[in-house]
C-alpha cells in the first residue's frame, strides 16, 4: 500500500497563477483533508470532507477550493495565487471523522512558492 | 490564546538522557488526544494515542491531566533516531465532524 500520495512534491508559482495539488488514498479511508504548515504556526485545516460526495471549510478557506473526485482523490486548488499562500500542504485521510480517537494519516507534502 | 500550546524549544540533550514535553489544551471538552512526530522536512506521523490513564509505549510515556488540561509526553533513554519535532494534537469535538487541533511543536535534539 502506498498511504496517502501527493503531487506535486514542489512548485513554484507566480502571483495570480492557478494550480491544484492532488491527493489520493488507497486505505480506503472514508475523510480526507488538507493542511497547510506554517513556521511556528502549526498544521492548518483548509478544508476536509468528511465522506465522498461531501466537503466543508475549515480554519483557513480563503483562496481555496476543494473537490472530493471520488474515495480514494481529493484535490486542492488554488485559483489565483497569492505569496500568503507559500507554504507546505499536506493531505490526510482517516477510516471516519467523528470516531472516537481517529487517527489520521498524512501524505509526504507539498512545498509550493508563489512569487 | 492558542487552543494547543506547546513549548517550541528546542530542546539539546544528550543520548541516554531522559526529557519530557508537556502541553496544555483550552477546551475542556476535548475527547482524544495524541502525540505525533515529524521529522525534518517530512509529513507527521502518529507516534502514540494518550489515554487518561496513561499509557507506555517501550521508551514513550503519554500521560493526561484532564482537571489541569495538559498532556504530557516522557521519553527516558533517548537516542539519535528521537531528533525530531513533537506534535501534541487534540480532538475537541467541532459539529458534526471531529477535527484534530495541532500544537505547533516541539523540536528536540539529541545529542552524540
Wanted: a positive charge; glycine letters at 8%; charged letters at 20%.
Amino acid at each position: 500500500n502506498a498511504g496517502v500520495t501527493q503531487t506535486p512534491k514542489f512548485q513554484v508559482l507566480k502571483t495570480g497563477q492557478s494550480m491544484t495539488l492532488q491527493c489520493a488514498q488507497d486505505m480506503n479511508h472514508n475523510s480526507m483533508y488538507w493542511y497547510r504548515q506554517d513556521p511556528g504556526m502549526g498544521l492548518r485545516l483548509i478544508y476536509y470532507s468528511a465522506s465522498e460526495g461531501t466537503t466543508d471549510k475549515g480554519e483557513v478557506p480563503n483562496g481555496y477550493n476543494v473537490s472530493r473526485l471520488n474515495k480514494r482523490e481529493f484535490s486542492l486548488r488554488l485559483e489565483s495565487a497569492a505569496p500568503s499562500q507559500t507554504s507546505v500542504y499536506f493531505c490526510a485521510s482517516s477510516r471516519l471523522a467523528g470516531l472516537e480517537g481517529e487517527t489520521q494519516y498524512f501524505g509526504p507534502g507539498t512545498r509550493l512558492l508563489v512569487l | 490564546r492558542k487552543e494547543v500550546e506547546q513549548d517550541p524549544g528546542p530542546f539539546n540533550v544528550p543520548e541516554g538522557a531522559t526529557v519530557a514535553f508537556n502541553c496544555t489544551y483550552s477546551n475542556s471538552a476535548s475527547q482524544s488526544f495524541f502525540w505525533y512526530r515529524q521529522d525534518c522536512r517530512k509529513e507527521p506521523k502518529l507516534l502514540m494515542s494518550v489515554y487518561s490513564s496513561g499509557n507506555e509505549d517501550g521508551r514513550f510515556t503519554a500521560q493526561l491531566n484532564r482537571a489541569s488540561q495538559y498532556i504530557s509526553l516522557l521519553i527516558r533513554d533517548s537516542k539519535l533516531s528521537d531528533s525530531a519535532t513533537y506534535l501534541c494534537v487534540v480532538n475537541p469535538f467541532s459539529g458534526s465532524a471531529r477535527q484534530l487541533t495541532f500544537g505547533s511543536g516541539t523540536q528536540l535534539t539529541v545529542l552524540p
